[in-house]
């Protein structure tokens, strides 16, 4: 490896193909940033070295013919009559930024273990064109946990050489089954505290090449770059006042995601927003920065998603429910749908009947674009939360990656549930606190709890808090914990909030690179229909007019009420949700 020049990956085809490939590249510009195409025939790249060869240019090539790779040459001076009909293509390479990444001080293990990088093929298709069609090559190295924020900023901006990582942590989420037997060059070894951090690689388009199936083709070896004149300080930084910021979503498996500092600052700012606290109940005390930001980077990882809610608060009434929770359980199933997630929403078995119609109701008034899929859960058996969270109780195969209680009644440390009042309502709640029990062992299925009291599913996280800040919290304290606990004034706050921040993180650009792995091309067409998913005043007051025609009476915070065209509303609601909103870009 030579660390000063910058690198090129090369790829020889006919002529006839140049145009698909060039596409091909284009469209997967993460592994595949084309430097140059060289026109039929020509040997020389003035641009990357004024003495260049591509015939003898690289240290070795791999021949491919009908896709099969026939032999390695270190020259392709014999192939002189069928070279003139092909052109070459001048990608990108990662050990380009190394130097980048060098400077500012971190370890790269590869080149203190004098060995060619490790590459690995994974399980993530590229963008097809015409013949061209290949999943994700990647190469990785082990990064020091407290500098991968570091190399990350530094790999960034050097789009020409792959730009930032497309993941960070477990490699199994990439389909990697063995570090340590790498598809292409050498196994690193990893020191304690590293974390494996890929980067898209060019040898992504040997792959394709060999798939193409082209009579004759040739490619570098991998590991056997061409090497330009060009220095890799010199090489051109794609400029971007945006910074990428670096944050843990998962232990098991070990992942991380990334996201602007833009997005990030007004994430928070929305979790600030919904910690107002309007009836002076203490939940200051409860909160813990970026859960909302946790779970929302979480959710944008996610395929399917499974929310529940219902907190029977009017015990003595038929329906029991309050109208805090639905609203914002809707809210987040809106957005979680024009994201193109699963979702069902899951409640009591007496509800059924009553969710059923408000669902049905907010279709029709625009609220929601389609129906959700309702569920119930009654834990009749010993296996019934892992059937029901797994495919035929298998821990590796979840059928739900995330898992979110909004306004949920939560087992208390006695086993019953209590509501503010300290009145036990445990013959008005099924047991779907067993599926968030559960959902602990199961290796990449994550469990958010949003609440306003402390008594909530998933406020257990907090529990100690809610004991010795809130009233009647030796009692009400919800006992089971969730991954992440946001915590609000109002919990359709928090759910307001949640729809919110996947819009922020799904128009980051740099958040949206990371999430398609630099393949295909960016999603942000789609933002006109996620916009039209976001929570509005407009959206909740329909909301709440379906809620009180079906019987359902508001919350704790009724002492707020005023009304607003004749239907009860929290004085304070209104400016929430315009607050909320003034932060989407």
């Known amino acids: 490896q030579n660390n000063s020049y910058k690198q090129a990956n090369v790829v020889i085809l006919h002529k006839s ?8 590249c284009h469209a997967n510009d ?15 790249c003035p641009s990357l070295s004024s003495n260049s060869d591509i015939r003898t240019d690289c240290l070795q090539y791999r021949i491919y013919e009908y896709g099969a790779c026939t032999g390695t040459s270190t020259s392709l001076k014999d192939y002189f009559d069928q070279l003139k009909d092909m052109v070459t293509f001048y990608l990108g390479c990662s050990f380009s930024f190394e130097k980048a990444a060098h400077k500012v001080g971190v370890p790269l293990r590869n080149v ?16 097809r064109v015409a013949s061209f069609c290949c999943n994700l090559v990647v190469t990785m190295r082990p990064i020091p946990e407290d500098q991968l924020e570091a190399v990350v900023e ?5 789009k020409d050489s792959h730009g930032a990582p497309v993941h960070i942590g477990n490699p199994g989420l990439l389909g990697i089954q063995n570090l340590s037997s790498p598809d292409y060059g050498d196994p690193v070894q990893p020191h304690p505290q590293d974390v494996p951090v890929f980067w898209a690689c060019g040898v992504t388009g040997v792959e394709a090449v060999s798939n193409c199936k082209s009579p004759l083709a040739f490619t570098h070896s991998p590991g056997c770059m061409s090497i330009t004149a060009l220095k890799n300080e010199d090489a051109p930084v794609h400029n971007s006042k945006e910074i990428p910021m670096v944050h843990c979503i998962s232990q098991n498996p070990l992942h991380y995601s990334i996201a602007s500092e833009t997005a990030v600052r007004k994430i928070r700012e929305l979790e600030s927003l919904i910690g107002i606290d309007p009836g002076d109940r ?49 809210a987040m199933a809106a957005m979680l749908q024009s994201l193109e997630k699963d979702v069902v929403i899951v ?33 009749d058996a010993a296996e019934s939360a892992l059937m029901f969270l797994c495919e035929n109780g298998n821990l590796e195969r979840p059928r739900f990656d995330q898992l979110i209680a909004i306004e949920r009644a939560g087992m208390a440390a006695d086993g019953n549930y209590y509501n503010a009042r300290k009145v036990n309502i445990k013959h008005l709640v099924d047991p779907i606190d067993e599926l968030f029990l559960a959902a602990h062992n199961i290796p990449g299925v994550t469990t958010t709890g949003i609440g306003d009291g402390g008594n909530e599913l998933g406020m257990g996280k907090v529990k100690e808090a809610v004991r010795k800040h809130i009233k009647n919290g030796d009692v009400i304290a919800c006992d089971v914990e969730a991954d992440f606990a946001i915590v609000a004034g109002v919990s359709n706050w928090g759910g307001y909030a949640v729809a919110c921040a996947l819009y922020i993180l799904n128009t980051c650009e740099i958040h949206d690179r990371y999430l398609r792995k630099a393949i295909g ?12 998913a976001l929570p509005s005043i407009t959206k909740e007051e329909k909301l709440l007019k379906i809620l009180i025609q079906h019987g359902v009476r508001s919350g704790v915070t009724a002492s707020l009420e005023m009304e607003v065209d004749g239907l009860p509303f929290y004085n304070v609601h209104s400016v929430i949700i315009e607050k909320l909103l003034e932060q989407i870009p």
């Open 17 to 24: 193909l140049a145009d698909d490939f060039e596409k091909f």
């Open 30 to 44: 993460g592994p595949l940033p084309l430097l140059y195409r060289s026109k039929p025939g020509e040997w020389k």
């Open 112 to 127: 203190e273990q004098k060995c060619n990088v490790s590459m690995y093929k994974t399980d993530m298709p590229c963008c």
């Open 154 to 158: 530094a790999t960034y901006p050097l």
């Open 282 to 330: 203490g939940m200051k005390h409860l909160c813990c920065q970026d859960e909302l930001l946790k779970t929302c980077l979480s959710l944008s990882h996610a395929r399917s998603v499974l929310i529940t809610t219902g907190f029977p608060t009017h015990f003595n009434h038929e329906p029991p429910e309050e109208n805090d929770g639905p609203p914002g359980a809707i």
């Open 347 to 379: 409640t009591d078995q007496r509800a059924m009947g009553l969710n059923k119609k408000i669902i049905e109701d907010g279709v029709q008034q625009g609220v929601l674009k389609t129906p959700v899929p309702l569920l119930s859960y009654q834990g």
């Open 521 to 532: 091309f960016p999603r942000l067409s789609k933002k006109a229909n996620w916009a039209s």
